[in-house]
């Protein structure tokens, strides 16, 4: 049955395919049977996993593998402390990593929330409230203003019937809904007029029709589908880690073999050898690396949430350092999603309308010049119209989440702070537009309701497309009338021209239709205005009789206006080297009118509407996805054909919106970003992002963000793997050289623990460099030593481990058969390595040289650095501690060659980077952020 193309049927013929009577529906018995063949009508949530298993799912992960294996060499070895840090590192990893996923999977039961609880149903020919789960095909519901349709309903009868589908489809006006049959097969969820979907709300009106399509099979059903069956993807982040973490374990345990073997050969003691070796092996592991990526993205989420992005998963903080494409919702994303009348058209004067949003604050003017009601009868009367032919209501609301100011006027107390109330419509958008442009001139219901009172209404009636009302005026009578434009010109006899009531001639007509047709071209959504004066014996029960013989007035255009910002936001990203698409289910002229004015569509670029999209296969799309800029009239699968297309071409897709219909998408992109004020719970329970101004702008600073987050962490891996290099090599070289041991373990294990770890994390929340955002997205393929950084890396852990190792020799050397002073050279080789690597982390700030930034910017850094010297100081003169470490104090000679072996390093490569001059740098910019031509 679910073949059934329900949109073509007569009502004759859908009622015959069901087996209903339209008045008495089905029968209980009749309805027990049909549940138990189609079911609950609700959204199953699919195989769920226990919290137990998810928990320990977070132990799979290689590194994690890797650092259980550091965790028992440090037991072996005696060292507790370090083998309890590993195992802190790991739980807490896994705890976090439990929270996220937990989260995650809780998409599905936040869109089982949006079907309706009770329905009103006939049944046996009397109405019942029932459990909407109860509901089966057949079943004939009733349904009225304010009311969520329980399941996708085919009607049967409709009165001035609106349904709000903005969730489902995107589109921000109500849809005007008809029970007539549809003879149509290719027709997109938009325009299926004569079907109501479950979770959607009626807005206006009265209506009746009968289920056809319960729970799973429902449209909220398939999205629900999508979701369950939707793989999350793994940030490139995590793929990175995952892949370091392999090449770490391999270099690390082939390294350290050849010292021990080396060492043996060379006539070290096996034992001792060994010791030194697994104490390499740990070092060479940096398992700090996971909690230092936890620390960084944490920090980072903390000034994202100052930024207004509050994050739900931590990775994908990072993921969109390397976005190449946004994919954002229209409705309520790019525009305010609040209908806004911008242009008037009154006898041939064509007025603009200034002002944002619900708020009553702006201008009418005329060529640039404020209007004055006073002097301009037409105006003055078109807002009286737009005032009383109306049934929204404008008021002040104190938000939960309104923004908190320090005072103001009207301001509602809480707590210590104070909420600033907004302007919010309840009633119909587009007579909330009206009303919003009346009040902006200080034309409301209220200001004027004592020379003008209302007292009849003519309801507005998708057959009659207009409403009218009449009032009281002076002792007469006045019927105010709005409508489709079209409809409107063909009742009026008459035109306000000029302040003067002149004949609606043929010539006049085509100048307010021509005005018509302009508007529409800008994608406005047009009403025209019209009234007529009515004599005292008139009757008005004839709605054709008496909305007849009209006086037109004029036109007003309204649009769901684009965001203020998002033009200048748009742009930035475009410099970053991200494209920009917008994806609606709102009309194609509509969407190419906003996506014009925020300058989305580059020059060759294209968009294509859903019918076009549905006779394309994967490939066909494929082989245009990077030319389109605009998707109009799409669904959930569409939205989820062209994220995965996107990806197939190898962008990584950062995916936008609010409605449940983005939800599927948003949760196979790459990074999923949810409205946080408009958006639906279910969108942000599949999201990693929630904006929580809902603002497109803040993607870019969230981009910026975690750009420099991957950065920062490359930072810290080029500190710890340079550092690591170079203790190995200086054991490894002294061993070929037949020297003795440079390092003893337990110093070895202690650089680890303390050298490597606070400058490392003071390096994960590092200013950004200025240039950032000048540099388009790194590929997603990039490997975590691309952009020279295996190269720097080996360079400078070559240098350090050189340089330890001829401050050890240089030392030695003095008496080279002193056990004394062994451990001289030994503690110098300690206090060289340290320092070295103290050197060297400020030289890791800057993709150029340590000349290239200030020291002293980043002060977590330096107190980091000040505090390892420290300890080093205590290690070396503290006698408690001497006989534990084998180190013994030093002298002003032997700091003098340790400062300058330490420093070698540095000073090489920063004299070196330098003299490379400008050219280098040029061409170490373009590579820092491989070009992509589709994201242009």
């Not at 021209?497 to 307010?512: E, H």
């Not at 983005?662 to 408009?678: E, S």
């Not at 110098?828 to 050197?839: E, H, K, N, P």
Request: hydrophobic share 45%.
């Amino acid at each position: 049955m679910e073949q059934i193309k329900w949109h073509r049927l007569t009502c004759t013929q859908l009622l015959d395919t069901l087996g209903v009577h339209a008045d008495q529906g089905i029968s209980d018995e009749e309805a027990v049977q049909r549940q138990q063949r189609y079911g609950a009508n609700e959204l199953s949530e699919g195989k769920r996993i226990s919290p137990l298993a998810l928990f320990l799912n977070q132990f799979k992960d290689f590194m994690v593998l890797v650092l259980a294996g550091a965790t028992l060499v440090s037991g072996i070895l005696g060292e507790y402390l370090d083998a309890v840090t590993i195992i802190a590192i790991i739980i807490l990893n896994g705890v976090l990593g439990f929270v996220q996923e937990f989260r995650a999977e809780r998409s599905l039961r936040a869109l089982k929330q949006l079907s309706a609880p009770i329905a009103k149903v006939i049944r046996s020919g009397q109405l019942h409230h029932l459990p909407a789960r109860e509901l089966v095909p057949g079943d004939i519901v009733v349904l009225e203003s304010g009311d969520r349709v329980p399941a996708d309903i085919r009607w049967l009868e409709t009165n001035s019937c609106y349904v709000e589908e903005s969730a489902l489809t995107g589109e921000s006006v109500p849809v005007n809904k008809h029970f007539e049959a549809i003879n149509r097969d290719d027709i997109p969820l938009g325009d299926m007029k004569n079907i109501g979907f479950m979770g959607t709300m009626m807005s206006r009106g009265t209506a009746r029709g009968i289920v056809v399509r319960t729970g799973m099979d429902t449209e909220m059903g398939k999205i629900a589908h999508l979701i369950d069956s939707t793989e999350s993807m793994e940030t490139p982040l995590q793929h990175r880690l995952e892949q370091l973490g392999k090449i770490l374990i391999i270099v690390a345990l082939a390294l350290t073999v050849m010292v021990v073997v080396a060492g043996i050969m060379h006539g070290q003691p096996a034992l001792g050898m060994f010791l030194a070796g697994v104490s390499l092996a740990v070092a060479a592991i940096p398992e700090g690396l996971p909690a230092i990526v936890t620390i960084a993205l944490a920090l980072g989420v903390q000034r994202m949430i100052k930024r207004k992005a509050i994050v739900r998963k931590l990775p994908s903080v990072e993921t969109l350092g390397c976005a190449s494409v946004i994919c954002s919702d229209k409705t309520g994303t790019l525009t305010q999603n609040k209908m806004t009348v911008t242009n008037l058209w009154l006898g041939g004067r064509t007025l603009e309308v200034s002002g944002e949003g619900y708020e009553p604050i702006g201008h009418i003017t005329e060529q640039g010049q404020p209007l004055d009601l006073k002097n301009d009868q037409q105006l003055r009367r078109l807002l009286q119209i737009s005032a009383l032919c109306n049934n929204a209501i404008l008021d002040e609301v104190y938000p939960e989440e309104a923004e908190l100011t320090k005072s103001g006027k009207g301001a509602k107390r809480k707590g210590r702070e104070e909420v600033q109330p907004v302007w919010g419509i309840k009633g119909d958008p587009t007579e909330g537009a009206l009303l919003v442009m009346a009040a902006k001139l200080g034309v409301t219901a209220s200001s004027i309701g004592s020379a003008y009172q209302r007292v009849q209404e003519l309801p507005f009636d998708s057959e009659r497309k207009r409403m009218s009302v009449v009032v009281k005026h002076q002792g007469g009578s006045i019927l105010f009338t709005k409508g489709a434009p079209d409809v409107l010109m063909d009742r009026c006899a008459y035109v306000l021209w000029d302040g003067k009531v002149v004949p609606f001639t043929g010539s006049l007509k085509q100048r307010a239709q021509a005005a018509n047709e302009q508007m529409a071209k800008q994608a406005l959504r047009v009403l025209g205005t019209a009234y007529r004066e009515l004599k005292p014996s008139e009757q008005v029960d004839n709605e054709n009789a008496v909305e007849s013989q009209l006086i037109f007035v004029g036109l007003a255009g309204m649009i769901d206006p684009p965001r203020r910002e998002v033009r200048d936001a748009i742009s930035q990203c475009r410099r970053a080297g991200i494209k920009t698409v917008m994806i609606t289910g709102d009309h194609q002229l509509t969407a190419e009118a906003i996506a014009g004015q925020l300058g989305i569509v580059p020059k060759g670029g294209i968009a294509v509407n859903g019918a076009q999209l549905a006779h394309m296969t994967d490939e066909d799309l494929d082989k245009v996805v990077d030319q389109i800029y605009v998707y109009a009239r799409v669904s959930p699968e569409h939205k989820l054909r062209i994220v995965k297309s996107l990806q197939r071409q190898g962008h990584v897709v950062a995916m936008t919106g609010d409605g449940v219909n983005d939800a599927p998408a948003i949760k196979a992109a790459d990074i999923g970003i949810a409205m946080g004020i408009t958006g639906t719970d279910v969108t942000k329970e599949a999201s990693a992002l929630i904006l929580s101004d809902d603002n497109f702008a803040t993607i870019v600073s969230a981009i910026e963000e975690g750009r420099g987050i991957y950065e920062n962490i490359r930072k810290f891996i080029r500190y710890l793997l340079a550092s690591n290099v170079g203790e190995i090599l200086v054991m490894f070289f002294a061993m070929m050289l037949g020297l003795p041991l440079p390092l003893i373990p337990i110093q070895i294990l202690w650089v680890n623990l303390v050298t490597d770890g606070l400058p490392a994390m003071a390096l994960g929340v590092d200013q950004a460099e200025k240039d950032l955002m000048e540099h388009r997205p790194r590929s997603a393929k990039e490997n975590i030593f691309a952009r020279r950084l295996g190269w720097k890396i080996i360079s400078r852990g070559l240098l350090i481990g050189i340089c330890t190792l001829a401050a050890f020799w240089l030392t030695l050397n003095a008496n080279p058969n002193s056990a004394e002073q062994l451990m001289k050279a030994q503690t110098v080789a300690f206090a060289t390595l340290v320092m070295a690597q103290l050197i060297h982390v400020f030289d890791c700030r800057s993709s150029r040289s340590i000349f290239h930034r200030n020291l002293f910017q980043n002060k977590y850094l330096v107190l980091a650095v000040l505090s390892s010297v420290l300890l080093l100081l205590g290690v070396l003169y503290i006698e408690q501690l001497q006989p534990i470490f084998k180190t013994v104090p030093l002298g002003l000679r032997d700091w003098a060659i340790t400062f300058v072996m330490a420093g070698i390093p540095t000073f090489l490569l920063g004299i070196g980077s330098v003299w490379s001059g400008k050219k280098s740098i040029n061409r170490r910019r373009k590579a820092t952020y491989p070009s992509h031509r589709r994201a242009a």
